[in-house]
């Protein structure tokens, strides 16, 4: 039976494509992967023979087309309902959903001045008052999904679900850019890096060879 095909863009910098594909390789759902290099003079070409937006991440499920991000993390957790990627409790399937669609919509500064590069380190760049206040703001909603609905395991909702797909490419980010947060924000970002998925995630991004100036400008 034919799998789904997750068209994602370069890993070392297409954060939105992390997303889904995190929710997949995470809950163990079969995909194949087509990797576009994205801002190359072919790529926008590229992209529109699958996703009408012209932007990765898009998933091609039969007939079906689905793209967005948090669209295709919605529609994953429609099929595989017993991968539990909502929280089962309505407060916080409602809670898990409103973080999730906070970093969607959100999160400008953060997203502009450290945008991610999983190659890269540069401590301490791009802490512009916005960025800080960002920073302020997620490190906020960590503490309050951890505290009120996260007895039951190490992340956000207890078990990994949509929401810790939406903030792995944030946690990502602070570990690029050396930003420090208090003890529980912390824990919680060393549970996130040290998923399989994503250590296999970074290690590809780690063998790209494009370089995309727009992204390394404190290289
Ligand atoms: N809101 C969209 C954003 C998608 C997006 O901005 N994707 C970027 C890569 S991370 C892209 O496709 N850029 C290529 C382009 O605009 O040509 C989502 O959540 O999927």
Redo the contacts with the bound molecule.
């Keep these: 039976m034919p799998v789904p095909r997750l068209i994602i863009?370069n890993k070392n910098?297409?954060?939105?494509?992390l997303?889904p594909w995190l929710v997949m390789k995470q809950c163990g759902i079969r995909f194949d992967e087509q990797r576009i290099a994205?801002?190359t003079d072919s790529?926008?070409q590229e992209?529109l023979r699958h996703s009408p937006?012209?932007?990765?991440?898009v998933l091609e499920d039969g007939d079906l087309v689905i793209?967005?991000?948090?669209?295709?993390c919605e529609y994953l957790a429609e099929r595989h309902p017993d991968k539990g990627l909502w929280p089962a409790d309505a407060a916080a399937r409602s809670f898990a959903r409103s973080v999730s669609a906070e970093m969607?919509s959100g999160f400008t500064e953060l997203r502009t001045n450290m945008t991610m590069n999983c190659r890269g380190s540069f401590p301490g760049k791009g802490r512009t008052p916005g960025v800080a206040a960002d920073i302020g703001r997620i490190t906020e909603i960590w503490n309050e999904c951890r505290r009120r609905f996260g007895a039951d395991g190490p992340m956000l909702f207890g078990h990994f679900t949509i929401a810790d797909a939406m903030y792995a490419p944030v946690v990502l980010r602070f570990i690029t850019y050396a930003v420090e947060t208090d003890p529980a924000a912390t824990a919680y970002m060393r549970t996130i890096a040290a998923l399989p998925a994503l250590q296999e995630w970074c290690e590809s991004a780690c063998t790209e060879t494009e370089i995309l100036p727009q992204f390394e400008r404190y290289s």
Excluded: E, N
Excluded at 13 to 17: F, K, L, V
Excluded at 53 to 57: N, Q, T
Excluded at 67 to 72: E, G, N, V, Y
């Design positions: 863009g910098y297409s954060s939105w494509s997303r994205l801002y790529a926008k992209i937006s012209g932007k990765v991440p793209w967005d991000s948090l669209a295709i969607h």
